[in-house]
């Protein structure tokens, strides 16, 4: 009577048949949880495993020792480090796999944005060098001072950051035409500005003074 009801059932389109159980069908939360879990059990194996092996080994080992035994050993070390990396292997596919395919890409806006946060805590405590003339701003460390003109500077120099330890300077200077420092040594970056450029020569060129560089700007 059961497997003729069971039939009945069967023949019958009213009677809402059962799906088969598909993994896939799973929400993504889960059968992440699932698969970490899988791998905790799998990785509890394995350490079971070789835990056995050590055991073994160390009996090995007190036992006199013969070309043979350590033959069988180094095999068994060979087998467990294959299979070992077989299974990180097969860990590190099904991680990716579950990994989320799509990415947040940023705007150049959203990047610039992050960079200036990022530079303005760098520099917080930083001296502020103000040119009302050339209108423009830039930040200096402590390390650094504002150098008086010696004679070797040219008649385009604007202002010098001078390091006391070292005499080492960064040097911010002013020309009509781009050939006319072009070829110089120790630029650093320069700027256009209506009919003239401001350039930043940089004779320390360590992270403070790349960081310097980046402060400059002219004022709005």
Do not use: C, H
């Not at 970056?189 to 960081?211: A, C, E, G, H, P």
């Amino acid at each position: 009577m059961f497997f003729k009801k069971r039939l009945e059932n069967l023949d019958n389109p009213f009677v809402k048949k059962k799906e088969p159980f598909k993994i896939e069908n799973l929400p993504e939360e889960t059968r992440k949880s699932i698969f970490l879990v899988s791998i905790i059990i799998l990785m509890l194996a394995v350490i079971s495993i070789w835990l056995f092996s050590l055991k073994d080994v160390l009996n090995i080992v007190q036992q006199p020792a013969s070309d043979a035994n350590w033959n069988s050993l180094a095999k068994d070390l060979a087998d467990f480090s294959n299979n070992t990396k077989l299974i990180l292997d097969k860990t590190k596919q099904g991680l990716n796999q579950l990994a989320p395919t799509s990415t947040t890409e940023l705007t150049a806006d959203q990047v610039t944005t992050i960079k200036d946060k990022l530079l303005a805590n760098e520099t917080a405590d930083w001296q502020i060098y103000s040119n009302t003339k050339n209108n423009f701003i830039i930040k200096y460390p402590a390390e650094l001072t504002i150098a008086q003109p010696t004679d070797n500077d040219s008649k385009n120099l604007i202002v010098s950051f001078k390091n006391t330890e070292t005499d080492k300077t960064v040097k911010i200077k002013k020309y009509d035409l781009l050939s006319d420092f072009s070829q110089l040594s120790g630029v650093k970056n320069y700027w256009q500005k209506d009919d003239y450029f401001l350039v930043i020569f940089d004779f320390i060129n360590n992270t403070s003074t790349n960081l310097m560089v980046q402060t400059f700007k002219f004022n709005k």
